[in-house]
């Protein structure tokens, strides 16, 4: 039994580069956890700087010198900033503060539409059943109000910190971009100089990373345009609060469209009834589901992000449970990092031993 865990300790662990790796491990994982909500507009800041980051490059090779690029980049991206804030975000809170104020409303069409259903369907839903279906959507439609009545209160500092977000994230987000040769040169000063290994997982993964973060944000804008187009034709209420919730369904794979979808077949339902336009609506909202799928995913994602669909369900479970939303968006690029990392840790093992013999 010996013989076996000593093989394995010098399998994985004999190369120093292992033992460095674990220890970043753990301390990055150690200081995401104990920052928790301090660490998000990092996150958030890191993340724009993988999308800007493509067409800093892309002005560079053009002839740009960098100072110019990083600046017209910046200026953009400000630009687009600034216009969600002051364009898109309103009219989506307005969407949300009527929806909560229709609550009733909706409440008591869904009544009306179950007592229908059961009338002229009755071999198929009892009135027993009905009430209880009344019953239920009496009770969610009052924790509901409730909940978003007590969240506002509640959940004060946290909009404060939103407010301190909008402000902090663009900062972050010039000097990553700007700086970013020192700040890489300053972090790497702290690893042993000769790393091949740890060169070779920085390098993978971080090309992996810049292939779906650039991905996801292109397919989260085109899945919020295309969806708000389709709601927009159909005069569906509360068209850009859904769209908004459609676009950032496709940060979390499988899970968030799933959950989303419900909303929107929902008050489509109490809208149109069965009629013609509901079933039309879903049928192009379902296509515009199967263009992302089949079509955009593919197109986007050709080069990497290889994982499995169980492992990043679970990565959305477990770090969800860890650090709560932000954990629910930022799983799949710790999924990236934690798959990068096992793939070439056995060869760290195998190298080692073969530099031994």
């Known amino acids: 039994m010996k013989q076996i865990i000593a093989t394995w300790?010098?399998?994985?662990?004999?190369?120093?580069?292992?033992?460095?790796?674990?220890?970043?491990?753990?301390?990055?994982?150690?200081?995401?956890?104990?920052?928790?909500?301090?660490?998000?507009?990092?996150?958030?800041?890191?993340v724009f700087t993988y999308v800007l980051q493509g067409l800093v490059q892309r002005l560079e090779q053009l002839g740009a010198p960098r100072w110019l690029s990083v600046n017209a980049t910046f200026v953009l991206f400000l630009g687009a900033f600034i216009g969600f804030l002051v364009f898109l975000f309103p009219r989506i809170w307005r969407q949300l503060t009527r929806l909560?104020?229709?609550?009733?409303?909706?409440?008591?069409?869904?009544q009306e539409m179950a007592a229908q259903w059961a009338k002229n369907y009755d071999w198929l839903i009892s009135q027993k059943q009905v009430q209880t279906w009344i019953d239920v959507l009496n009770t969610e439609a009052a924790n509901i109000g409730q909940w978003i009545v007590t969240t506002s209160f509640a959940n004060l500092p946290v909009f404060m910190e939103i407010v301190a977000y909008t402000v902090?994230?663009?900062?972050?987000?010039?000097?990553?971009?700007?700086?970013?040769?020192?700040?890489?040169?300053?972090?790497?000063?702290?690893?042993?100089?000769?790393?091949?290994?740890?060169?070779?997982?920085?390098?993978?993964?971080?090309?992996?990373?810049?292939?779906?973060?650039r991905g996801k944000f292109v397919e989260l804008t085109l899945a919020g345009i295309a969806t708000y187009i389709l709601f927009s034709v159909?005069?569906?209420?509360?068209?850009?609060?859904?769209?908004?919730l459609v676009g950032l369904s496709v940060i979390i794979p499988y899970l968030g469209i799933a959950v989303v979808t419900?909303?929107?077949?929902?008050?489509?339902?109490?809208?149109?009834?069965?009629?013609?336009?509901?079933?039309s609506l879903m049928a192009g909202y379902i296509l515009i589901q199967v263009l992302d799928g089949m079509l955009l995913v593919p197109l986007l994602f050709s080069e990497a992000n290889d994982i499995h669909p169980l492992a990043i369900i679970v990565a959305v479970l477990v770090f969800g449970a860890w650090f709560g939303v932000a954990g629910v968006f930022f799983a799949i690029p710790l999924a990236i990092f934690i798959?990068?990392?096992?793939?070439?840790?056995?060869?760290?093992?195998?190298?080692?031993s073969a530099e031994t013999t």
């Open 262 to 279: 419900v909303p929107v077949l929902v008050i489509a339902l109490m809208q149109f009834g069965l009629g013609g336009s509901f079933w």
């Open 234 to 244: 159909f005069d569906l209420n509360y068209a850009a609060l859904l769209a908004f």
């Open 168 to 213: 902090i994230v663009p900062i972050l987000v010039y000097f990553m971009l700007s700086d970013k040769d020192r700040i890489l040169e300053y972090l790497t000063s702290f690893l042993p100089e000769d790393r091949p290994f740890l060169q070779g997982i920085g390098e993978e993964m971080n090309k992996q990373l810049e292939n779906y973060v």
């Open 100 to 110: 909560y104020q229709d609550l009733p409303n909706l409440a008591l069409s869904g």
């Open 9 to 46: 300790l010098n399998r994985y662990f004999a190369n120093a580069e292992a033992l460095v790796l674990l220890l970043l491990i753990v301390i990055v994982a150690a200081g995401l956890y104990l920052l928790g909500s301090i660490a998000v507009p990092i996150l958030i800041a890191l």
């Open 339 to 352: 798959k990068a990392m096992i793939e070439a840790w056995p060869r760290l093992g195998a190298s080692s």
